[in-house]
């Protein structure tokens, strides 16, 4: 998005026909908030969660059907981002939103995708949604090296390149039951194998962020294809 230039933008419309007009609107605070973007109309049942983290105080609300709000704890809401909103996790304990165990947001063959914000590589983990690693799964950047890694069904699988500390960087990840692929800044940068079966745990709440996070995530999805 540019303030300056030209921008584009996704958009879902039932019909599209030569005399249809798509109408955009935007800094009008008066205005009142349009249905489709609270009720999930926007989003396709393969999305298992979309987070803007637009808010800035309260929950974080999931734009999809699903339901998968973030209840936050110790997490800066006020902070700006790349689109829309973003929200800033201090690295204490903890810093993080609990978005219950919702058995959609269990792991399958999928993309997850966020804008994040990186401010230190030395100790810290920095989670941008999971169950935890051994419970069910990991998505996130790794400690020293700032590795994207997707931890799935086997092993955990990591970027070939970091992601560089102080910047926004938009990270990509997808499992489609053989491989799983990392893209940076929209530019494939690794392809691993993996055909292990999907790990499930609708016990284990899910969290964005978490008490071992030190950086900035913003406009957080996480879809499955074909559902």
């Keep these: 998005w540019s303030t300056n230039t030209n921008s584009y933008v996704w958009v879902q419309l039932p019909m599209l026909s030569s005399t249809t007009t798509i ?58 981002g790349v689109v829309d909103g973003a929200d800033a996790f201090t690295g204490n304990s903890p810093s993080e939103y609990v978005c219950g165990s919702s058995s959609s947001l269990d792991v399958g063959y999928g993309t997850w995708e966020s804008w994040v914000y990186a401010t ?35 092993p955990a699988h990591d970027s070939n390149g970091a992601i560089p500390l102080n910047q926004w960087t938009h990270i990509l990840s997808t499992w489609d039951g053989v491989n799983v692929r990392h893209y940076i800044n929209g530019v494939l940068d690794a392809t691993v194998a993996e055909i292990g079966l999907p790990k499930a745990n609708p016990g284990i709440n899910t969290h964005i962020g978490a008490n071992y996070s030190d950086g900035i995530s913003g406009a957080l999805t996480y879809w499955w294809p074909g559902m």
């Design 23 to 80: 109408y955009a609107y935007w800094g009008n605070p008066i205005s009142p908030t349009p249905t489709y973007s609270t009720n999930g109309a926007v989003w396709s049942n393969g999305y298992r969660g979309v987070w803007h983290l637009a808010e800035t105080s309260g929950t974080a609300r999931d734009s999809t059907r699903r339901g998968g709000d973030g209840t936050p704890i110790a997490v800066d809401q006020n902070t700006n």
């Design 120 to 154: 230190n590589y030395v100790s810290s983990f920095i989670n941008v949604i999971g169950k935890g690693w051994s419970a069910a799964y990991w998505y996130g950047l790794m400690q020293t090296s700032g590795k994207i890694r997707l931890h799935v069904a086997g």
